[in-house]
């Protein structure tokens, strides 16, 4: 039996090597919160960005909600989900709220301001979440947008919640 | 295209229909119902609890979240999911969360009173619960016993929210 | 005692008065919905949306959510709060949360589709919104804000699962 | 301007004083986290439930629920309320859902287990719960039994969550 530390790093190269697969690199994600934070953490910059992704993609609550996402688009992808599910996921219906509630749920383990960015972002499709919306690609990704940018809200709130550690970062150059 | 109305009745009979294949019956849920609200809704009874239920079942979050969960619990039966994901219905890990997650954000669409009540129900495992959770059966319901608690506390939240029609039932036996 | 019926329209009336006390009216909020929902809902109009309006204004659990924001942003400008909260309300601190929290919870009666609607107009400061925001009228409009976002977030959500309705309304001109 | 860390103790400190002030101490809110976890945290003992609950107080969203709830029903008790808030919370209206959704808001903060355990603890009105309850007392305690109940299961949220520091704490008696 695995210990916590080492599921927890296990998920978090399922959930890395998943979204790249995917599409979506770090980068990608680190370009949103830089888009969403930029005027509130001055400074900020995309090393930043990623260690607070990071943070987020460690926190096994986080882990869950994403894994099951995920899997649930590529079930899709492969036909293998019951007729009407597999309705709903290939016409992305509009009122299944199932991709947006795991994105609230993600988004508010890092407060109620994450919740309001991850709304403002799923709004605007930015950068990788519009490509990522694209339907003409034949890709299914009902939850994989939402969930991208619930993990980028969730980096911001990150954040706005720890000024001591990010003003050493900005006073030392060093991270942890 | 189906119709609105169409699709919430087809959506509404696979879950019913999957519920059943899986050993819940309307009459189960009811007896949580019961349970529940016996003392605050005089003269509750099964005719009227499951005409609760049903209004939770044909509404489409309800359904949305009841019809993914369940799919999740038969893809892992199956053997269909991701070794990771796999893992984590087959030892239905305390820390996972998802499931109490669309259980909450089912219950919570009828107010927080039917949050409470889930929860309630949840750590009693109550009635059809108890045997839902039993792992000596081999079936995988990580999903199903928290979202048939979560229908339960719907439909108590739904009594609760419908005085003057629940009178009209006592005074006429008529339901509608 | 008062019946729920009476309840509820006393609420009502208890809501749209304080709105208005507090600048904003039911065509400001109406604005916000036909600004969110003009490409999903041809023919939106602000009839329509007033509807919508008002339908969530009835319900009790959205008028609970608006009632005890506004109580609070009163009780801050007459200075009755205790030291810690009159501080945070004062300087509209923005790890507060429980504004947004109260949004949140008003938009998710609504469906998940709404709080992404919140979240959106809640970041862009559209229309009355960035009135209400602005802090050099000496208003405190902590909760007040957040909450006239969620209402229009809210009207949406119910605009997006009354098709039907909708439709009878556009055929007929008359609404109920 | 006060810095994070020392509106962070002024807020602790402001909510212990309020707590028991209100009748409910440090040792009241650790008998129910070691009622719920007892079976599964094994030697569990109030100075590490306490720990936890110490956790929980400092954590800025916590505190900012908790520190608004409290306030209500003070301002309650001393008539400062509009007429139909005062009426909500003079009667504790089963259908008010403010104050359950504050505690869901804060329990989620430590995952969807600790809702489940707020649901179970409000349920059952658990050790002090029951005193905070109790009407007779002409004490206004709408939103502190909830809260009280939610920061136990936040409590027990922080301790499922942290297996490797309770495991130090058990193998060497010292704490952080």
């Known amino acids: 039996m695995p210990s916590d ?3 927890n790093e296990q998920y978090y190269q399922h959930i890395v090597r998943n979204l790249s ?3 979506v690199e770090m980068k990608d994600i680190a370009e949103i919160v830089m888009f969403l934070e930029k005027e509130y953490v001055h400074g900020l910059d995309e090393k930043l960005a990623i260690y607070a992704i990071n943070k987020v993609l460690h926190k096994r609550e986080a ?3 994403i894994m099951t996402g995920i899997e649930l688009d590529i079930l899709a992808e492969k036909d293998l989900l019951s007729a009407p599910m597999e309705r709903i996921m290939r016409t992305d219906e509009s009122t299944y709220g199932v ?3 795991l994105a609230i749920t993600l988004s508010s383990l890092y407060g109620s301001v994450s919740v309001t960015n991850y709304g403002y972002v799923d ?3 930015h950068g990788i979440l519009g490509k990522l919306n694209d339907k003409s690609t034949g890709k299914i990704n009902v939850f994989l947008d939402d969930l991208v ?3 980028a809200a969730a980096a911001c709130g990150w954040l706005a919640h720890n000024e001591t550690q ?3 970062y900005f006073a030392t ?3 942890e």
């Open 5 to 7: 530390v080492e599921l």
């Open 21 to 23: 697969k995917r599409g």
């Open 63 to 65: 882990q869950n909600a």
């Open 99 to 101: 991709d947006e509630n």
């Open 123 to 125: 709004k605007l499709k």
């Open 149 to 151: 940018g619930a993990i």
């Open 166 to 168: 990010i003003a050493d």
């Open 173 to 175: 150059g060093k991270l």
